[in-house]
Every structure is written in structure tokens, then in C-alpha cells.
Nanobody, 115 residues
Framework: QVQLVESGGGLVQPGGSLRLSCVVS????????MNWVRQAPGKGIEWVSH????????NYADFAKGRFTISRDNLRSTLYLEMNNLKREDTAVYYC????????RGQGTQVIVSS
């Protein structure tokens, strides 16, 4: 059964940065597009970004454009999300996921943006 383990979240001030990681196992990581989704308190799952198998194609939700960067290391079966200029509204649990709806996702890593 596929396992996705996220890390790298934490408390950060507005304007700060974080780098999230997701290690994937029991899965052919290099053959699949990967996603980041998030869930803010009291809200549903929201798609953030996805990346193609080669890493050449990357797409972002409007709120992430220009601030977030998705990347992957197929040799390490690891997905990344670099987040810069964080805003309070970015506060959420962030998940890596096999699908854009987040139906198949890890346990998540909490990001809190607060002064």
C-alpha cells in the first residue's frame, strides 16, 4: 500500500518561507504526476499544485503562483513544495497526494502563518 509522509511544516511569520517534503514509498513514484493539496481550518480540500513525471510541467492554483514552487526528486521518491512570502491565509494542513482532489494523500504537515 502506498505511503506518503509529509514533513517541514511549522509556525512562520507572515512573509516567511517554508519547504515541505513528502517521501513516497510502496509506489512507482517516477511514473506518476504528483500533487500538493491543503485544508484550512473549517474548509475543504483545496488543490495547490501538481508536477509531471519529469518535472517539466508544473501548474499552480492562482493563490500559489509566484510564491510556491513544486519540485520532485525521482531518485529519492520525494516531492517538495517551496513556499515563500507566506500569508496568514496560507495557514492549513498541507498534504501530498496522488490525485488532485486529495483522495489519496498522506497524514499532512501543519503550516501556521502568524505573527
Amino acid at each position: 500500500q502506498v505511503q506518503l509522509v509529509e514533513s517541514g511544516g511549522g509556525l512562520v511569520q507572515p512573509g516567511g518561507s517554508l519547504r515541505l517534503s513528502c517521501v513516497v514509498s510502496e509506489f512507482t513514484f517516477s511514473n506518476n504526476w504528483m500533487n500538493w493539496v491543503r485544508q484550512a481550518p473549517g474548509k475543504g480540500i483545496e488543490w495547490v499544485s501538481h508536477i509531471s513525471t519529469s518535472g517539466l510541467t508544473r501548474n499552480y492554483a492562482d493563490f500559489a503562483k509566484g510564491r510556491f514552487t513544486i519540485s520532485r526528486d525521482n531518485l529519492r521518491s520525494t516531492l517538495y513544495l517551496e513556499m515563500n512570502n507566506l500569508k496568514r491565509e496560507d495557514t492549513a494542513v498541507y498534504y501530498c497526494a496522488l490525485d488532485s482532489r486529495g483522495d489519496q494523500r498522506g497524514q499532512g504537515t501543519q503550516v501556521i502563518v502568524s505573527s
